[in-house]
Each structure stands twice: as structure tokens, then as C-alpha cells.
């Protein structure tokens, strides 16, 4: 341990000590894994390790905008409730200095292989332009046997050791193993703006070399961030959060885009995109990353946040803190069609309550419920495609016409939206919405997670009223202490 890794930790736990008071957290989650202090965005590390579960954040604990980039650390039995374990890896070598930045992490054998991109930005000058000029993406290896304790810190590759076409963007690795040889997919940005992906092959997790590009056969975007490749069901899926996306629906989207191709072919070899497929269809959702559960399941989390974004902010931001991940989603294929719902984990800390019966008064084919902040609400079987519901008097979830929206009722930066508008997807025939509600944000799953929306936001009343005709309708509180 150098003198500026214990400064880092000195610094941290300070930073930590000061967390905010209960008067500053009333817009604290409760099922949603949130750091304790100051600002979290990209998930990492993302694995199931001898039986627990552990998530790696990025985290900067002394200011709540961002700053120094360190990885805090979170464990889980049950994916619901989530465990601060403190932060675990600083930026204190030469070749991360700037930050630890996003990676994944790699079990075998009883040991856990940590892959990271250690950021570096030169002084301020006036010829880098921070694309081409003035920073280092560098990849990292670290190891552990309990996720918790570290080994020293290996560099891997440089600038240098990828494509000279490319510019100095290529980063967060995520590996994966084949028939006995590793494999690691990195983002990449070319001199021509074109975003694509690197695949590097090793034989011994240490010395990568360059197996393959992969890009679409039209340029799609600048820059492909945080990308993921797995498989569900014998489905390849390759994920990707795109920057540089603008034009016709875009210009209805958020600032940058998290979804993935299906990918026909062999992606180590001769290969075919799809067209490419929103993971969420919300205001707050990036940079997610997957990994199988130990029983076999493809659990993805992503940032329930969103970056360089103006539209819209964050009010917690006066209380020290900002930003949560999304409740971990079971990836799965049903009938052809990749889908998404809550990790069956959820439901061990439900408990349905009555609803309130419909079809008296003036509002009959309404009803309404209040006092719950937490919850999992599922309306079924809707009929005639019908289907109205507003949470605290401020969010409207509304199919009309074809077209599926999340609307906040006002974008004034002090109401619950804090700024945000609308979003929509355009949908032939609504059949189901399961509307998952923590304090301070909504994640909604249409026809079995076929489409997902996702948004923070802050109210100050604790109610649903939804209107779904004689749809079936069940209401589950959930209780996260044990």
C-alpha cells in the first residue's frame, strides 16, 4: 500500500463518517443499491462468488456531481438487500490515476480475476482534444479469493497495444471464457467517429491479443460504451450503450442509448447484427452489465442514472448523494422474444394486500391506493387495451392509440420530475404492465418485460391510482429488512 492508496482510504472513510443525516434522506431507496455518500454511476464487477452475490460501483464519495473515480463495493444473499462493504480499489498507480473505471470481473477456480480501465487525462493544454490527444485507457488486472481483498495491480494493455485507427477511447473490458481460451470485449471509437467493439483472445487470463472487430455495416453511433456479449437460450446478444445516436427517434430518446443486436452467426467468427434493440425505453437507465447467476440465470443491473444529461437533475444532489443501480432483471427468451423481469429473489419479501374493489361510484373502473412508497403492482389480463395509471398525482403511465407513454405531469425542475418530460414506445396491443416502485424511482415491464421503462423521481405523496378496466390486478407491498 503506497501513501496515496492510505490518504484514498483516509479521505474515503471521512467522506463516509459525514454521510447524510435521516433529515437528508427521504429520497433514499430501499430495495435499490445506492452508495452510502456522494456519487455512483457505471455497475462492475457484477458476479455471484461462493454463494454471494457481489456488485463493484463506480463511486466518487466526496462530491455528489462526480470526481475521483474508485470502485465501492456491495454484497448480497438475496439481490434485494444490499450490504455496503467499503470502497476496495483506489486510483493510485501511475496507469489509473484518474480513475478506476468500469470492468468486470471473471470467476474461476476459486479466485475472482477483476478486469478495469485505468483513466489518465494529462494537464489541461490547449492542443489535446481528450479524444486523440491528452489521456490513457489503460486495462487492468487485479485479483482476489474473497472479493473483498485485492492483489497487487497488473497492466495489461495500453494505447499502444490496440489499433492505431483507433482513438484513445477503448475501454471497460468484460471477459468471458470459450472452450478453453478467454476472451475480452472492449468499446472503441475510431479517428473516422465509429463506434464497435474489440474482441482480444488470451490462453492464460494475462497476455491478450486481438482476435476480431465488430461493427455494424452501417457507422451506428460514435462510441460503443460498457459492451456485454452472453447468450440466453441458445439467443447471442450483444449489448452495447451508444453514444452518438441522433436523428428521427432519436432526438425522442435519452442522450446516449443502452440496448443490444442479436447477433447471428458466430461473433468470434463470421457474423450478423440486428438491428439494435432498446434495453429500456425510460429516462435513467446506462451502462448495464450481466452475469449468470450460479444456478444459471442471466441477471442484468444497469445505472439508474444518465450522463452529460441537462434535461433533468437529481434533488438529492443538495443532500450529498445522487444515483442507484436498477433492481437486478433475469434476461430471458420466451416465445422467440428476449424479455426482462425482476429476479424472482423479489418475491420472498412480498406481501400482496387487498385491492380496493371497482365498479362503484363515479370512478368504477378505477381504484385507488395510498400510503405505500415501496411496491409491485401488476396488472394482467388488460383488455381492449385499456389502461391508465398515475403515481402520486404526478407520473402518468398511459396506453393510447398505439403508443405506450411515461409522462410527468410538470418538468419544472422542483416538481417529482425534476425536469424530466415524456417518453413512449410505439406498441400494437397492450396485454400486461408490472409497475416496480421504490422511494425515489418507478421501473415499469410491459407485456412481460417485452419493454421496459425506467425513471427516477421524487414525490411528495404515497399513492397509485390506476384505471385498467377488468383487468386482473394484484398489489404487493415489499418489506426489505429481513
Same mark, same amino acid.
Given at each position: 500500500?503506497?501513501?496515496?492508496?492510505?490518504?484514498?482510504?483516509?479521505?474515503?472513510?471521512?467522506?463516509?463518517?459525514?454521510?447524510?443525516?435521516?433529515?437528508?434522506?427521504?429520497?433514499?431507496?430501499?430495495?435499490?443499491?445506492?452508495?452510502?455518500?456522494?456519487?455512483?454511476?457505471?455497475?462492475?464487477?457484477?458476479?455471484?462468488?461462493?454463494?454471494?452475490?457481489?456488485?463493484?460501483?463506480?463511486?466518487?464519495?466526496?462530491?455528489?456531481?462526480?470526481?475521483?473515480?474508485?470502485?465501492?463495493?456491495?454484497?448480497?444473499?438475496?439481490?434485494?438487500?444490499?450490504? /455496503?462493504?467499503?470502497?476496495?480499489? /483506489?486510483?493510485?498507480?501511475?496507469?489509473?490515476?484518474?480513475?478506476?473505471?468500469?470492468?468486470?470481473?471473471?470467476?474461476?477456480?476459486?479466485?475472482?480475476?477483476?478486469?478495469?480501465?485505468?483513466?489518465?487525462?494529462?494537464?489541461?493544454?490547449?492542443?489535446?482534444?481528450?479524444?486523440?490527444?491528452?489521456?490513457?485507457?489503460?486495462?487492468?488486472? +487485479?485479483?482476489?479469493?474473497?472479493? !473483498?481483498?485485492? $492483489?497487487?495491480? !497488473?497492466?495489461?494493455?495500453?494505447?499502444?497495444? /490496440?489499433?492505431?485507427?483507433?482513438?484513445?477511447? +477503448?475501454?471497460?473490458?468484460?471477459?468471458?471464457?470459450?472452450?478453453?481460451?478467454?476472451?475480452?470485449?472492449?468499446?472503441?471509437?475510431?479517428?473516422?467517429?465509429?463506434?464497435?467493439?474489440?474482441?482480444?483472445?488470451?490462453?492464460?487470463?494475462?497476455?491478450?491479443?486481438?482476435?476480431?472487430?465488430?461493427?455494424?455495416?452501417?457507422?451506428?453511433?460514435?462510441?460503443?460504451?460498457?459492451?456485454?456479449?452472453?447468450?440466453?437460450?441458445? +439467443?447471442?446478444?450483444?449489448?452495447?450503450?451508444?453514444?452518438?445516436?441522433?436523428?428521427?427517434?432519436?432526438?425522442?430518446?435519452?442522450?446516449?442509448?443502452?440496448?443490444?443486436?442479436?447477433?447471428?452467426?458466430?461473433?468470434?467468427?463470421?457474423?450478423?447484427?440486428?438491428?439494435?434493440?432498446?434495453?429500456?425505453?425510460?429516462?435513467?437507465?446506462?451502462?448495464?452489465?450481466?452475469?449468470?447467476?450460479?444456478?444459471?440465470?442471466?441477471?442484468?443491473?444497469?445505472?439508474?442514472?444518465?450522463?452529460?444529461?441537462?434535461?433533468?437533475?437529481?434533488?438529492?444532489?443538495?443532500?450529498?448523494?445522487?444515483?442507484?443501480?436498477?433492481?437486478?432483471?433475469?434476461?430471458?427468451?420466451?416465445?422467440?422474444?428476449?424479455?426482462?423481469?425482476?429476479?424472482?429473489?423479489?418475491?420472498?419479501?412480498?406481501?400482496?394486500?387487498?385491492?380496493?374493489?371497482?365498479?362503484?361510484?363515479?370512478?368504477?373502473?378505477?381504484?385507488?391506493?395510498?400510503?405505500?412508497?415501496?411496491?409491485?403492482?401488476?396488472?394482467?389480463?388488460?383488455? $381492449?387495451?385499456?389502461?391508465?395509471?398515475?403515481?402520486?398525482?404526478?407520473?402518468?403511465?398511459?396506453?393510447?392509440?398505439?403508443?405506450?407513454?411515461?409522462?410527468?405531469?410538470?418538468?419544472?425542475? $422542483?416538481?417529482?420530475?425534476?425536469?424530466?418530460?415524456?417518453?413512449?414506445?410505439?406498441?400494437?396491443?397492450?396485454?400486461?404492465?408490472?409497475?416496480?416502485?421504490?422511494?425515489?424511482?418507478?421501473?415499469?415491464?410491459?407485456?412481460?418485460?417485452?419493454?421496459?421503462?425506467?425513471?427516477?423521481?421524487?414525490?411528495?405523496?404515497?399513492?397509485?391510482?390506476?384505471?385498467?378496466?377488468?383487468?386482473?390486478?394484484?398489489?404487493?407491498?415489499?418489506?426489505?429488512?429481513?
Amino acid at each position: 500500500m503506497n501513501a496515496l492508496t492510505r490518504d484514498l482510504i483516509r479521505l474515503t472513510e471521512k467522506a463516509e463518517a459525514e454521510k447524510p443525516s435521516a433529515a437528508d434522506s427521504r429520497f433514499r431507496q430501499e430495495i435499490h443499491l445506492m452508495p452510502p455518500t456522494g456519487w455512483l454511476n457505471d455497475p462492475n464487477g457484477l458476479c455471484q462468488f461462493g454463494g454471494v452475490f457481489h456488485a463493484y460501483f463506480q463511486y466518487s464519495p466526496f462530491h455528489a456531481e462526480g470526481g475521483v473515480k474508485m470502485w465501492g463495493h456491495c454484497t448480497s444473499r438475496d439481490m434485494v438487500r444490499w450490504e /455496503y462493504q467499503g470502497a476496495v480499489l /483506489y486510483p493510485d498507480q501511475p496507469f489509473d490515476c484518474h480513475g478506476v473505471y468500469s470492468g468486470s470481473a471473471f470467476t474461476e477456480d476459486g479466485v475472482m480475476y477483476v478486469y478495469y480501465t485505468g483513466n489518465v487525462k494529462l494537464e489541461d493544454r490547449a492542443d489535446y482534444d481528450y479524444v486523440n490527444t491528452g489521456r490513457e485507457a489503460n486495462t487492468v488486472l +487485479v485479483t482476489s479469493r474473497d472479493g !473483498q481483498s485485492f $492483489g497487487p495491480k !497488473q497492466l495489461l494493455m495500453r494505447n499502444a497495444d /490496440y489499433p492505431s485507427d483507433l482513438t484513445l477511447h +477503448v475501454r471497460d473490458p468484460k471477459v468471458w471464457k470459450d472452450q478453453g481460451t478467454y476472451y475480452m470485449i472492449q468499446g472503441a471509437r475510431t479517428k473516422e467517429d465509429t463506434g464497435q467493439a474489440l474482441i482480444f483472445r488470451s490462453a492464460d487470463r494475462v497476455n491478450w491479443t486481438l482476435h476480431s472487430r465488430i461493427e455494424t455495416e452501417e457507422t451506428f453511433g460514435y462510441m460503443w460504451e460498457c459492451p456485454d456479449y452472453f447468450e440466453v437460450s441458445g +439467443v447471442k446478444l450483444l449489448s452495447a450503450s451508444v453514444q452518438g445516436l441522433e436523428g428521427g427517434v432519436w432526438d425522442d430518446r435519452n442522450v446516449y442509448q443502452s440496448g443490444y443486436f442479436l447477433v447471428e452467426g458466430d461473433i468470434l467468427g463470421e457474423y450478423r447484427l440486428s438491428e439494435y434493440r432498446l434495453w429500456d425505453y425510460g429516462f435513467d437507465y446506462y451502462a448495464p452489465q450481466s452475469f449468470e447467476t450460479e444456478d444459471g440465470r442471466r441477471i442484468q443491473i444497469g445505472w439508474m442514472g444518465m450522463p452529460d444529461c441537462e434535461e433533468y437533475t437529481n434533488p438529492t444532489i443538495e443532500n450529498g448523494w445522487q444515483h442507484c443501480f436498477t433492481f437486478p432483471r433475469e434476461i430471458f427468451v420466451e416465445n422467440g422474444k428476449v424479455l426482462q423481469r425482476p429476479a424472482r429473489e423479489l418475491e420472498e419479501r412480498e406481501r400482496e394486500i387487498k385491492v380496493p374493489e371497482t365498479g362503484k361510484g363515479p370512478n368504477s373502473d378505477s381504484f385507488l391506493i395510498e400510503g405505500y412508497q415501496v411496491y409491485d403492482l401488476l396488472v394482467d389480463r388488460i383488455s $381492449g387495451n385499456r389502461f391508465r395509471a398515475v403515481l402520486a398525482e404526478e407520473l402518468v403511465l398511459e396506453y393510447t392509440d398505439g403508443r405506450f407513454e411515461m409522462r410527468f405531469l410538470s418538468r419544472e425542475k $422542483g416538481s417529482a420530475s425534476a425536469g424530466r418530460g415524456f417518453r413512449y414506445v410505439e406498441l400494437e396491443r397492450l396485454e400486461s404492465v408490472r409497475i416496480l416502485a421504490d422511494v425515489s424511482s418507478v421501473e415499469v415491464f410491459l407485456n412481460n418485460g417485452e419493454y421496459v421503462f425506467t425513471t427516477r423521481y421524487y414525490p411528495e405523496k404515497s399513492c397509485v391510482r390506476v384505471e385498467a378496466g377488468d383487468a386482473e390486478i394484484k398489489f404487493k407491498v415489499i418489506e426489505s429488512s429481513p
